[in-house]
């Protein structure tokens, strides 16, 4: 039995030593201001807790170095404390989607409570293990000084109570995101709900000869095992072109090891998760095609009717021959750039639940909600106004969020099975980045 204090109540854990600490704050105790943005990689810093007065970061840190230790999430903030660096945060603007906020919160309360003075170039240092993908660092930095100052000085950070041009009118639920009290997807629970887990392809490009998921049916736990064949409705999807399968059928192809060949549901996510080792794939493995400016003379085509998915011809203004000739100088050459990931901290997450009226509704994350309905409703053979898609905040997004991850999925699963079904990806970035094999199609 491991014993330590939480928020100022002894705790007690029976099970793994090498549970997370993250892990045991989410799920067994409710604790969802801590985040899971990089699955356990230390990258990330939404999970940073306070240990013994120190940072920790709760998804590295196993639970058998709690044994006797203090742990203070925001919850067990002093509640002064917790107001004045909310309101800080708020009143800078250092608050957008909010994911990242309830770690940096975290890391700034230990800071002042040793420095409650600090200098710019010493909070600067104090926040290398958090990252922010919406803010920037200045404004975070600036609220950060501006709580230090409230509390030296006993003060209360005010707000602008006029809205309009001209007024800097509070974001939002700007306080309820930097404290970590508004859910995002990740952090919903519902009676009853499954859990989903994704199984992805193991090599960019194969062909896919058998999918055989009697093993995995087997074990304890497992609800059911979906394949291409349980579809109803439209496989392929896509925003613009209709390019992309919800499930990778047999006999057909994969394109990245991001294309899912089949899902499970099961009871827990850590059952869906072991479920999906007992899927046997049998691939004929082929060529990739790892390099974008070779794709348009490639003997190796990605999609059928070739690599090209569309040309766009823009004229403006004097015809180019013209506009060339009567140039002072002219250069020629091969212009990269390089390719940015939209990295929002946020996991890929959606929960789906069927309704009385034969229908869903869905909770998304996406930037695009009512493609979303359109496309699901096609994959599953439904009316559209049987879709019902809410929109929950988004943690980050930068254009990123637009396509179908996992809504589609849980979308499937719930209507299949009348029960609410979660769906977690957060292997999907993960796999591709560890693994960095992808195939390219212009």
Known sequence: M????????????????????????????????????CSGQAACGACLVELDGKPALACSTPLKRAVGKKIVTIEGFPENVRRTLGRAFVAKGAVQCGYCTPGILSRAKILLESNP????????????????RCTGYVKIIDAILL????????????????????YATPKYEGYEKALGINPFIHDMKFEGLLFGALKFSDHPRAMVKSIDVSAAEQLPGVIRVFTA??????????????????????????????????????????????????????YEVLEPLV???????????????????????????????????????????????????????????????????????????????????????????????????????A??????????????HAALYAMALQRPVKEIGRAVQQECRDRRLISYAV
């Open 2 to 37: 491991i014993k330590f204090t939480l928020n100022g109540q002894e705790t007690e854990f029976t099970g793994d030593e090498k549970t997370s600490l993250l892990h045991f704050l989410r799920e067994a105790k409710g604790i969802t201001s801590v985040k899971d943005g």
């Open 117 to 132: 003075d600090p200098s710019r170039v010493e909070v600067v240092k104090a926040l290398r293990a958090n990252v922010c």
């Open 147 to 166: 709580a230090a100052q409230a509390l030296r000085q006993h003060q209360e950070i005010a707000w602008e109570k006029n809205t309009g041009i001209g």
């Open 229 to 282: 064949q349980d579809i109803p409705g439209q496989r392929y999807q896509g925003i613009h072109v209709k390019d992309w399968p919800m499930l990778v059928a047999e006999g057909e192809e994969t394109r990245c090891i991001g294309d899912v060949l089949a899902g499970v549901v099961a009871q827990s996510e850590e059952i869906a998760r072991q479920a999906l080792g007992h899927i046997q794939i049998d």
């Open 291 to 393: 390099e974008m400016t070779a794709a348009a003379d490639s003997p190796v085509n990605i999609h059928p009717d070739g690599n090209l998915l569309k040309e766009t011809v823009i004229c403006r203004g004097d015809p180019v021959d013209q506009v060339l000739a009567d140039s002072a100088h002219m250069v020629e050459g091969v212009f990269e750039t390089p390719f940015v990931e939209h990295a929002f901290l946020e996991t890929e997450s959606s929960i789906a639940q069927p309704d009385a009226t034969n229908g869903l509704t869905v909770y998304s994350q996406s930037q695009g909600i009512f493609k979303d309905r359109q496309q699901i409703a096609s994959l599953l053979n439904l009316p559209e106004e049987k879709v019902d898609i809410v929109q929950v905040s």
């Open 395 to 408: 943690g980050g997004g930068f254009g990123g969020k637009e396509d179908l991850t996992v809504q589609h």
